[in-house]
């Protein structure tokens, strides 16, 4: 079992920054590949970005890509999302999420991912 804990979310006028981090506890952190998604009001989750066991391996969606950057530091078992340039569109809830393993034709596949945070809300007024 993994326990996903995010953190970091706000409300940040458009063109601002901000990083979350969701922390992880249970197995060993290193095994997983971790995920964002964000559900905006109304909609279906959406894949945001994922990073391989080691983070050097990163994937993005293409309306967030040059904007937002996914690290991850497997000594505090720790995953996060770096929001720059933020838009209204941005605004959702964010979620983590982890999975053993992935190839590149899975990552935006919420339902492959085994584990998720409860999730940290991202508003970004105009």
């Known amino acids: 079992q993994v326990r996903l804990v995010e953190s970091g979310g706000g409300l940040v006028q458009a063109g601002g920054s901000l990083r979350l981090s969701c922390v992880a506890s249970?197995?060993?952190?290193?095994?997983?590949?971790m995920a964002w998604f964000r559900q905006a009001p109304g909609k279906e989750r959406e894949f945001v970005a994922i990073a391989g066991w080691t983070g050097f391996t990163t994937y993005y969606a293409d309306s967030v890509k040059g904007r937002f950057t996914i690290s991850r530091d497997n000594a505090k078992n720790t995953v996060y999302l770096q929001m720059n340039s933020l838009e209204p569109e941005d605004t959702a809830v964010y979620y983590c999420a982890a999975r053993p393993q992935f190839t590149r034709a899975t990552i935006a596949t919420a339902a492959l991912y085994d584990y998720w945070g409860q999730g940290t809300q991202v508003t970004v007024s105009s």
């Open positions: 249970g197995r060993t952190f290193s095994e997983y590949a």
